[in-house]
């Protein structure tokens, strides 16, 4: 009896274990998917930003790529902001972005509604190459500095991954 008692209490705990490697495991997977789609979107941002210094503002287009770049760091902080409703997405994505990335989408949305405000007021045509990256300079370092933070947070994450597929039973 004994045997048989040693042999349910050792497969009871094996079946825990395994339980909580896998919602580990499915947790650092969600959070490391959803960070690789917003660095994608950060870096699609920094690169229409530097896209600005070779911009030909007399270009009739201008000023729609001005305002563009405006809307893909809106898309930035809508992701964030409408990923709380995805259910698919097993962690609470507004504090975990306040927390972990510094990273607070009410504030920025302030600041990014005053910058697209300025540019639906620009004229292209007196504006220069200089004044445009200075209305786009507090836009381009928050989302710098929450890109550097993403990255930081993706190699976490993977060792992290890395770690509890290799320990855990």
Excluded: P
Aim: proline fraction near 0%; include cysteine.
């Amino acid at each position: 009896m004994s045997n048989v008692f040693a042999g349910l209490i050792t497969g009871i705990a094996i079946c825990l274990i395994s339980g909580l490697r896998g919602v580990t495991s499915y947790r650092i997977k969600g959070k490391i998917e959803w960070l690789e789609k917003l660095h994608n979107e950060c870096f699609d941002f920094m690169k229409m930003h530097r896209g600005l210094l070779l911009l030909d503002l007399s270009d009739d287009r201008a000023c729609e790529k001005i305002y563009d770049l405006i809307c893909v760091a809106s898309n930035i902080n809508a992701n964030i902001s409408q990923s709380q409703f995805n259910k698919k997405l097993c962690f609470d994505v507004i504090k975990f972005s306040k927390e972990e990335l510094n990273y607070d989408w009410e504030k920025t949305q302030n600041i990014y509604a005053e910058v697209r405000d300025k540019i639906i007021n620009l004229d292209v045509n007196t504006i220069t190459k200089k004044e445009l990256l200075k209305i786009f300079s507090e836009v381009d370092t928050i989302i710098s500095k929450l890109n550097g933070v993403i990255v930081n947070k993706l190699d976490e994450l993977k060792t992290q991954q890395n770690m509890v597929n290799r320990f855990f039973i």
